[in-house]
């Protein structure tokens, strides 16, 4: 939903991470973009020469290419936290990557984590943790609510929930990656405006006609889960004869 409907909460922008505005911080934050727009593969030197700054004095900051990508990782992660605790109400209410693309300021690293998404690594490791706990808060607020139907299993809804939009997104970076990292706000909006409709629709009115595939896979586990069963769920699904 888009958070200029009636009753969305105002966007924030995005809490900045630690910056004492210094040499080594200038380079940590050129090299942020750099690795955004061309990829974990981009040389020292083209780091050096978008911060203005010699690869030897990279060197002298940072050591070697493998620091200067663990002090990115550091920063983008120390954002990340920022973010979701500036923006808490929206964040944890399903709206994390909306949250972040409304603020343009921030758009090279959040393509920073695009980049992560797709090639591994602690960033990735974190931001795709940080989804899928906030998942599993919103979505059982919803089922206790009454919006969404209970799970047989809710933390794995939650996990696939999240890889599933998360595999989405990443997938239709790569197919088609914006021009520019600093773009990457408008990127992700148009993404999420596109994906909207069928996400909704999927989700309001399902996509199988019966639960009969869910029955017949519950008979097939040797130790089905129990939980969130509806209450026209046939027993035989989730419960075995003694021999």
């Given at each position: ?13 995005a809490a ?5 505005g ?13 690795f955004?727009?061309s ?5 020292v ?7 203005g700054?010699s690869?030897a ?7 070697s290419?493998d620091?200067l ?5 550091e920063?983008?992660?120390a954002w990340i936290?920022a ?6 109400g929206r964040?944890t209410?399903g ?11 921030y758009?090279p690293?959040l393509?920073?984590v695009m ?5 591994g ?7 795709v943790?940080?989804?899928i ?5 919103y979505?059982?607020?919803?089922v206790a ?16 929930l ?9 997938l239709s ?12 706000s408008?990127?992700l909006?148009?993404f999420l405006a596109e994906?909207?409709?069928?996400m909704?629709?999927?989700f ?5 006609t019966?639960?009969r595939?869910?029955?017949d896979?519950l008979?097939?586990l040797?130790?089905?889960?129990t939980?969130g069963?509806p209450d ?7 419960t075995?004869e003694?021999?």
């Open positions: 939903m888009s958070s200029a409907e009636a009753g969305a909460e105002p966007t924030m922008p900045r991470p630690p910056s004492d210094g040499t080594r911080d200038r380079i940590r934050d050129a090299a942020v973009l750099r955004a727009r990829g974990f593969d981009a040389s030197r083209a780091v050096a020469a978008d911060a700054v690869a004095l990279v060197i002298h900051h940072f050591g290419k620091a990508h663990r002090a990115c990782d920063h983008v992660l936290v973010s979701k605790r500036h923006n808490m964040a209410g709206q994390l990557l909306q949250v972040l693309a409304e603020s343009d300021e758009a690293l393509g920073y980049r992560s998404l797709q090639s690594g602690d960033v990735a490791r974190a931001f943790q940080h989804m706990d906030d998942a599993r808060v979505v059982r607020e919803a609510d009454g919006i969404a139907k209970p799970s047989v299993d809710e933390d794995a809804r939650a996990r696939y999240t890889l599933s939009a998360l595999g989405t997104l990443s970076l790569t197919l088609d990656p914006p021009d520019d990292p600093e773009n990457f408008a990127t909006r148009t994906q909207y409709l069928p909704i629709e999927m309001a009115q399902g996509f199988l019966s639960r595939m869910l029955d896979y008979l097939y040797s130790d089905p889960p939980g069963e026209d769920a046939p027993a035989t699904a989730t075995s003694e021999p």
